[in-house]
């Protein structure tokens, strides 16, 4: 495989998880970053021995040597950025939520397409080793025709209205930062749903905090997803079929084991152990992709991508959520 250089978009928290992974992916060079600023490309090229740094994300995009870039901003920024990457030929990897609602990410994809440039949702998820795994049992029939999902992601954050998880301007709130790891897990279970239903409560900064979620799938099947930012919850998934039922065990959403269990068996424990921190394995996807000549994932297809922002807009307009300045589809 050739090797890739990649760049980065934005120098935040998760900026400095993915660059740890990257560095344990063959073929994978972190070639250079970008930043609003110039002294906080610096901090993080210095830090990492990045070998370039840019004081602008035009900057970043416009480095004839940067093969692909990984945006690293706040969801609001997503369309933007994937767009400025696009149209200077880049590939994009994406972090999730890929946007903030299905209207803009339709014009990324088409942005996308039109050029054939590869792009993908960073839902790190499900590149695990134990994703592979799961996939592969429940396509098999190992707990017959999967009938429920029961699905948890929340955490306790320190109330802050500046922190992007409460700020609006930010797209805070619930539902895009761990609710999306459920509703694309439902899925890559279920596919698509049909309809939903659900209970948020907006906390002071007009933020959903908590919410639990229903989502009808064909032929009665239902998820059941309960998520928070200000409520910790035990980050655990079930899948129930009629002849079992599979838990992956906390935190689902970085997975390394789970137990299959059916009627009159003795329960049956799968481990998959993680190498890297975990962004290893999206990485290599992304550059997989690429050097096979493909524009989008199997694993995490783009109509996928937006049929979950579908349906995360269809969940938020029944709490009559909108985000400042957000375009909302007719
Ligand atoms: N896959 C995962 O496990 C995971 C985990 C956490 C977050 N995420 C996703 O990653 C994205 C970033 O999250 P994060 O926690 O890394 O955020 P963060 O720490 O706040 O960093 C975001 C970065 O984006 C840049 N940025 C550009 N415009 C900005 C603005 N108006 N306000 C603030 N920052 C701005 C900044 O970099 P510069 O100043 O250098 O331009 C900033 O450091 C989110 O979409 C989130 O959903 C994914």
Redesign the pocket.
């Known amino acids: 495989m050739r090797k890739f250089r990649w760049g980065i978009?934005?120098?935040?928290?998760?900026?400095?998880?993915?660059v740890q992974g990257l560095r344990s992916v063959p073929h994978a060079e972190v070639f250079a970053?970008?930043?609003?600023?110039e002294a906080?490309?610096a901090k993080?090229a210095d830090k990492r021995n990045i070998p370039r740094r840019h004081a602008s994300?035009e900057d970043l995009v416009s480095d004839p040597e940067v093969d692909v870039v990984y945006?690293?901003?706040?969801?609001?920024?997503?369309a933007a950025?994937a767009t400025l990457c696009l149209q200077a030929g880049k590939a994009v990897l994406c972090?999730?939520?890929f946007t903030v609602n299905a209207v803009e990410a339709e014009r990324v994809v088409e942005l996308a397409r039109k050029r054939g440039l590869f792009i993908m949702e960073?839902?790190?998820t499900r590149f695990f080793p134990l994703m592979e795994e799961v996939r592969r049992l429940i396509s098999e029939g190992a707990i017959g025709e999967v009938r429920m999902l029961n699905l948890d992601f929340g955490f306790r954050a320190d109330l802050d209205p500046a922190?992007?998880l409460f700020d609006q301007?930010?797209?805070g709130g619930a539902l895009?930062?761990v609710g999306?790891y459920c509703v694309s897990f439902a899925s890559m279970i279920l596919g698509q749903p049909s309809g939903s239903v659900g209970l948020s409560h907006l906390g002071e900064t007009g933020v959903d905090e908590q919410a639990s979620v229903v989502l009808e799938h064909e032929g009665g099947r239902l998820a059941n997803l309960s998520i928070g930012i200000r409520t910790a919850t035990p980050q655990e998934a079930t899948i129930m079929g009629t002849e079992g039922y599979v838990r992956i065990h906390a935190p689902w959403?970085?997975p390394k084991s789970m137990t299959i269990s059916r009627p009159g068996e003795e329960s049956e424990t799968v481990d998959a152990p993680v190498s890297g921190n975990g962004?290893n394995y999206e990485a290599a996807e992304v550059m997989r992709c690429l050097e096979a000549g493909k524009t989008e994932s199997d694993v995490m297809p783009l109509d996928e991508t937006i049929s979950v922002m579908r349906t995360m807009d269809g969940i938020r307009a029944a709490w009559g959520l909108t985000y400042p300045g957000e375009e909302v589809a007719p």
């Open positions: 978009l934005g120098t935040g928290a998760i900026a400095k998880q993915f970053v970008g930043s609003r600023s906080s490309a993080f994300y945006i690293a901003t706040p969801h609001p920024l997503h950025n972090e999730k939520p960073g839902m790190w922190s992007r301007r930010l797209g895009l930062d999306v959403w970085r962004f």
